[in-house]
Nanobody
């Protein structure tokens, strides 16, 4: 019923930039927080950046000042602008959204399929 589709990943040299997008579609009444996570090989998934419906943001210390999260509520889309990329940013990036599908339903977590970001040195 609800799908999150990420795009914008790829291969970039250190110091470069990428912009990730995550579009939510399907039966959606409201979207609360939208969050980007990442998972590097052999490591646990970690929060990268979060953005609430009220506009509050939260960033991992490792990306503070380099990454910017934003959203277009009309398009149900969240973005992650990544600048000054470093090899340690290499990971699969996942989008997460807290979504209500009707006014009476509870908020549920939905995940995208992930998009690979590779930063070469």
């Amino acid at each position: 019923q609800v799908q999150l589709v990420e795009s914008g990943g790829g291969l970039v040299q250190a110091g470069g930039s990428l912009r990730l997008s995550c579009a939510a579609s399907g039966r959606i009444f409201s979207i609360n927080a939208m969050t980007w996570y990442r998972q590097a090989p052999g490591k646990q998934r970690q929060l990268v950046a979060a953005l609430t419906s009220g506009g509050s943001t939260n960033y991992a210390d490792s990306v503070q000042g380099r990454f910017t999260i934003s959203r277009d509520n009309a398009k149900n889309t969240v973005y992650l602008q990544m600048n000054s990329l470093e090899p340690k940013d290499t990971a699969v990036y996942y989008c997460n959204a807290h979504i209500q599908i009707t006014s009476l339903s509870p908020t549920r977590d939905y995940w995208g399929q992930g998009t690979q970001v590779t930063v070469s040195s």
